[in-house]
C-alpha cells in the first residue's frame, strides 16, 4: 500500500538535510494540533460571572454582590477596593451560597459607620473581584467605579468645570452658585498653591443640621448636638461637605483650599497650622471683617502669637480668632510682597519633608523667626522677643476644645437686602464676656423654595484629612461662656461675597 504522505528530495539535498525538513513538517503539524485542544479547552471557562454591583447604605455602610455559575465548587471570592486617593487597597471575602450551584451567589456588607472605617458621601470607589475555585485556579474581574452617595436622599448634581455639586430638593439655584464660586476660587488658589486642579472635587450639599449631623465623621461630637457642622474637608477624597446656608459659599472656597494645599504640599500634616488656615482663607470668596477686629486687638494688647508657636489653636477662643487673623495676615504679605510663585515653590518644598523654619530658609532666604518680624513690620507691630526660658509649665490633663470662626456668617439683613449694616461691623473684642445666647431662626423656605439657613458659624477645629465647622446649638453653652463670643462675632460679619455677586 502506497503511503499518504509522499515527500521526495532533489537529489542535491544530501540525507541529513532530508531528516531536518521532515522533522519540522511533523512539529507544524502538532502544533495545529495542540492549538486546537487548546482553543478548546478555553471555550468552556470553569467560572463565568452574570453580575457583579456595590450599593450604597450611607450612613451604615455598603454592599457588594457578586452572581456566577460554575461547574466546580468555589473556595473564595474576595472583593478588592481603592477609596479615593488614599493610596492603598482594602479587601475583604464575600458570604457564598452555593446551594443552587451551578449558580453560585456571594455578598458583603462592609461597615463605615464608625470612625476608623468612615467614608465621605460624594467619595469615588474602585473595585473589583477575585474569584478562586477547588482547583486553585483564580479570574479576576475588571475593575469598575462608584461613587458612594448618602443613601437617605435622592441627588442631582450640577457640573462645573472640575467641581460637581450633589443637592437634594429645591435647591438647583443655590448648587449652581457654589459650583460658580467653587471654579472662581479654584481660579484664584490654583497658582497660589501650585496644586493640581484637574482632579475632580465632589461636594455634598446639605439643607439642613438634622440631615448633617448623620453625615459628618465625628458621630460622637455630632450626637451630641452640641455643635452644627458647617462644612469639612477630606483631601485624600477630594470631598467637600458643606451645610446650605447664607455662608456656603465661604465654607465650601474655604475647605476646599484645605483640599488644594494638601495636594501641593502631598500632605495637608506637613504645612503648619498657621500657614495652612491663612491660605483657606485667603481663598475663602466670602471672608469676615471679624478677623480683622482681633488682629487689631490682639496687636494694641500685646497678644499676637508667635506664628512658631501655631501648632495648634488657642484654647481661648479670643486668641483662636487672633490666630486666624494673623494666618491670613502673614498669608497676605507673603504672596503681596513675594508673589504667587515663591508661595506655590514653599508648599512643593514643604512636600519634600523640610520644616517650615528650613523650607521657608531654602525659598524666601529666611526662616520663621525672620518671617515673623518682617511680617510684624509690615503691620506696624512690635517685633518678636523671644521670653527669656521658665519652669515648664504642668500640662493639663485633658485638652482644651478649641473653636474657631471660618467664614462669615448671616447678618441680621434679609436675602433680598443689598446692603451691609456699617455699624454690624464694630464689635470690640473682649475677654470672658457675659453673654446671652441669639437666637437662632428655624430654616424656613423662601419665595423660591431654598432653604435660607440663618444659624451662625462657630468652628471646632480637627486634624484630620481636613476639618471641620460647627457652631453650637441653641441653649448649649457647655460650660464656656467664651464660645458663644464667637456666636456674636459671626452675627457681626458682612457678606462681601453676596452683596458683590449679587443681580
Not at 515673623?372 to 493639663?396: C, D, F, H, K, V
Not at 461691623?425 to 423654595?449: F, L
Not at 476639618?467 to 446649638?473: A, E, H, L, T, Y
Amino acid at each position: 500500500m502506497q503511503s499518504n504522505l509522499n515527500v521526495t528530495f532533489p537529489k542535491t539535498h544530501t540525507k541529513r538535510s532530508s531528516i531536518l525538513m521532515v522533522t519540522a513538517l511533523l512539529v507544524v503539524v502538532f502544533s495545529f494540533i495542540g492549538t486546537g485542544e487548546h482553543a478548546s479547552a478555553q471555550e468552556a471557562p470553569p467560572v463565568t460571572v452574570i453580575s457583579s454591583s456595590v450599593e450604597s447604605q450611607f450612613p451604615e455602610g455598603m454592599t457588594f454582590k457578586l452572581d456566577a455559575e460554575s461547574e466546580l465548587r468555589i473556595d473564595d471570592i474576595r472583593v478588592t477596593f481603592e477609596i479615593g486617593d488614599r493610596g492603598s487597597t482594602q479587601y475583604a471575602y464575600l458570604d457564598l451560597d452555593q446551594t443552587s450551584r451551578p449558580l453560585v451567589n456571594g455578598e458583603l456588607f462592609h461597615r463605615t459607620n464608625s470612625r476608623d472605617r468612615y467614608i465621605p458621601p460624594g467619595t469615588m470607589i474602585k473595585y473589583w473581584f477575585e474569584i478562586t475555585d477547588e482547583t486553585g485556579e483564580t479570574m479576576l474581574t475588571e475593575p469598575e467605579f462608584f461613587r458612594f452617595d448618602d443613601a437617605r436622599f435622592e441627588w442631582e448634581e450640577v457640573t462645573l468645570g472640575t467641581v460637581t455639586i450633589l443637592y437634594h430638593g429645591p435647591v438647583r439655584t443655590r448648587a449652581e452658585r457654589l459650583a460658580e464660586a467653587a471654579v472662581e476660587s479654584l481660579g484664584i488658589m490654583g497658582p497660589v498653591t501650585g496644586a493640581d486642579t484637574e482632579t475632580p472635587i465632589v461636594m455634598t450639599l446639605y439643607n439642613n443640621n438634622a440631615e448633617m449631623i448623620e453625615a459628618v465623621v465625628s458621630r460622637s461630637l455630632a450626637s451630641s448636638r452640641e455643635l452644627i457642622t458647617e462644612g469639612q474637608a477630606f483631601d485624600a477624597e477630594s470631598v467637600v461637605l458643606v451645610l446650605a446656608g447664607r455662608s456656603d459659599i465661604g465654607t465650601a472656597t474655604h475647605e476646599m483650599t484645605h483640599i488644594l494645599v494638601a495636594r501641593a504640599a502631598r500632605s495637608s500634616g506637613a504645612v503648619p497650622l498657621w500657614l495652612n488656615e491663612g491660605l483657606a482663607e485667603y481663598g475663602n470668596l466670602d471672608q469676615t471683617v471679624s478677623y480683622e477686629r482681633f488682629l487689631e486687638w490682639a496687636e494694641g494688647t500685646d497678644r499676637l502669637i508667635p506664628l512658631k508657636a501655631l501648632r495648634s489653636f488657642p484654647g481661648d477662643p479670643n486668641l483662636t480668632l487672633v490666630a486666624y487673623g494673623q494666618g491670613r495676615s502673614a498669608v497676605k504679605y507673603m504672596i503681596d510682597e513675594y508673589g504667587k510663585e515663591k508661595m506655590a515653590e514653599l508648599l512643593t518644598t514643604l512636600g519634600t519633608g523640610l520644616g517650615i523654619d528650613a523650607a521657608l530658609d531654602v525659598v524666601y532666604g529666611f526662616g520663621i523667626d525672620g518671617l515673623e518680624n518682617l511680617w510684624r513690620e509690615s503691620i506696624g507691630a512690635e517685633p518678636y522677643i523671644e521670653p527669656t526660658p521658665g519652669p515648664t509649665p504642668t500640662p493639663n490633663a485633658e485638652p482644651t476644645p478649641t473653636y474657631k470662626l471660618l467664614t462669615s456668617p448671616p447678618s441680621s439683613s434679609s436675602p433680598d437686602d443689598d446692603s451691609d449694616s456699617e455699624s454690624n461691623d464694630e464689635v470690640e473684642p473682649t475677654v470672658a464676656p457675659e453673654v446671652v445666647a441669639p437666637e437662632i431662626e428655624v430654616d424656613e423656605p423662601s419665595e423660591s423654595g431654598e432653604v435660607e439657613s440663618e444659624e451662625p458659624v462657630l468652628i471646632a477645629e480637627e486634624q484630620a484629612s481636613g476639618g471641620f465647622c460647627s457652631s453650637p446649638s441653641e441653649g448649649s453653652i457647655d460650660g464656656t461662656s467664651g464660645a458663644w463670643l464667637l456666636v456674636i462675632v459671626g452675627l457681626a460679619a458682612g457678606g462681601r461675597y453676596r452683596a458683590q455677586h449679587k443681580s
